[in-house]
């Protein structure tokens, strides 16, 4: 849900309504896996504690790599991690292939982003 909130943060920072509705699409992609992954994996109610302390600590450190980065930088970087977070759910689906559906389709979501940001930068 973080990488959702910087999406729609870079969106409020654009000027170009294509650029801003590409970008949106990027956030309602995150939030569909978010919704997605905890559906799947639902945190058991004696892990909520943990989880919880966990979130701020995981949203901060995400939100450091982009410090002192021009916004195409940061859409550089962003890129790179929608790539990595595509692998990431593929790895998932061989681990637990009664939810490979969900987790590839997270892999897809992920990587239309990717390319969506490839693009706004010319890479």
């Known amino acids: 849900r973080g990488a959702a909130d910087r999406y729609r943060t870079?969106?409020?920072q654009v000027s170009d309504p294509d650029t801003r509705a590409a970008l949106l699409g990027c956030a309602e992609r995150e939030t569909e896996i978010a919704d997605r992954v905890e559906a799947t994996f639902p945190?058991?109610?004696d892990e909520v504690t943990r989880v919880d302390a966990a979130v701020p600590e995981a949203r901060d450190a995400y939100f450091a790599v982009f410090e002192g980065r021009s916004l195409e930088g940061e859409w550089r970087v962003q890129a790179a991690a929608e790539r990595?977070?595509?692998e990431a759910w593929r790895g998932l689906a061989k681990q637990h292939p009664e939810h490979a559906d969900a987790l590839l389709h997270c892999a897809g979501l992920e990587e239309a982003s990717a390319r969506v940001l490839e693009g706004l930068v010319g890479d």
Request: aromatic share 12%.
């Open 10 to 12: 870079w969106a409020e």
């Open 43 to 45: 945190v058991e109610p």
């Open 84 to 86: 990595q977070g595509a």
